[in-house]
T-cell receptor, first 114, second 117 residues
Framework: AQSVTQLGSHVSVSEGALVLLRCNYS??????LFWYVQYPNQGLQLLLK??????LVKGINGFEAEFKKSETSFHLTKPSAHMSDAAEYFC????????????FGQGTILTVHP | DAGVIQSPRHEVTEMGQEVTLRCKPI?????LFWYRQTMMRGLELLIY????????DSGMPEDRFSAKMPNASFSTLKIQPSEPRDSAVYFC???????????????FGPGTRLTVL
């Protein structure tokens, strides 16, 4: 069984500040982890994914995430927030023979203040 | 590639009516997923197919919901009869699963916003 917990349903930062969105996972098999972003009235779009190669993964729009097995975490960061980063972010896990099925967290809404 | 295509983008219907949502996955993809998103329940997986065969429909809320995938390029999600609590955004996603399971990317469509009055 797999599950994802995203700590904080809402995160608010100032423009230019560090963005940190937290994700912890549980998995009985080696996990593959994903971060998706959803802008208002749009579908989900892949930001980055961890597939057991490098533990530090770089994605689009300056985001990155680090896989920490000992902490069962996959937190998403960006050094400097931009107004355009305002969106909802979802962490997801998969693994094993799953046909690509993802288990999503509940999402974190990021607000960026000028 | 045009991406995952969903139609209609918006649907407003009255309680008791039949609703059919449509999805065209990315060409060549072999798995297809239907999700529902609401404020209260977040993103829920309803059903998914692999090579046009339903693999897991445990997320389908009740018998009023049914999904089909008659061929690799088309899927439908039907609600009959519809109820106000079915109001949500319904997403379709597709993926080409190859090599190590789970490393490939699901691509989402833009969604269908359903309102049942």
């Amino acid at each position: 069984a797999q599950s994802v917990t995203q700590l904080g349903s809402h995160v608010s930062v100032s423009e230019g500040a560090l963005v940190l969105l937290r994700c912890n996972y549980s998995s009985s098999v080696p996990p593959y982890l994903f971060w998706y972003v959803q802008y208002p009235n749009q579908g989900l779009q892949l930001l980055l994914k961890y597939t057991s190669a490098a533990t530090l993964v770089k994605g689009i729009n300056g985001f990155e995430a680090e896989f920490k097995k000992s902490e069962t975490s996959f937190h998403l960061t960006k050094p400097s927030a931009h107004m355009s980063d305002a969106a909802e972010y979802f962490c997801a896990v998969t693994g094993g023979t799953s046909y690509g099925k993802l288990t999503f967290g509940q999402g974190t809404i990021l607000t960026v203040h000028p | 590639d045009a991406g995952v295509i969903q139609s209609p983008r918006h649907e407003v219907t009255e309680m008791g009516q039949e609703v059919t949502l449509r999805c065209k996955p990315i060409s060549g993809h072999n798995s297809l997923f239907w999700y529902r998103q609401t404020m209260m329940r977040g993103l829920e997986l309803l059903i998914y197919f692999n090579n046009n065969v339903p693999i897991d429909d445990s997320g389908m809320p009740e018998d009023r919901f049914s999904a089909k995938m008659p061929n690799a390029s088309f899927s439908t999600l039907k609600i009959q009869p519809s109820e106000p609590r079915d109001s949500a955004v319904y997403f379709c996603a597709s993926i080409l699963t190859r090599g190590a399971a789970g490393t490939d990317t699901q691509y989402f469509g833009p969604g269908t916003r359903l309102t049942v009055l």
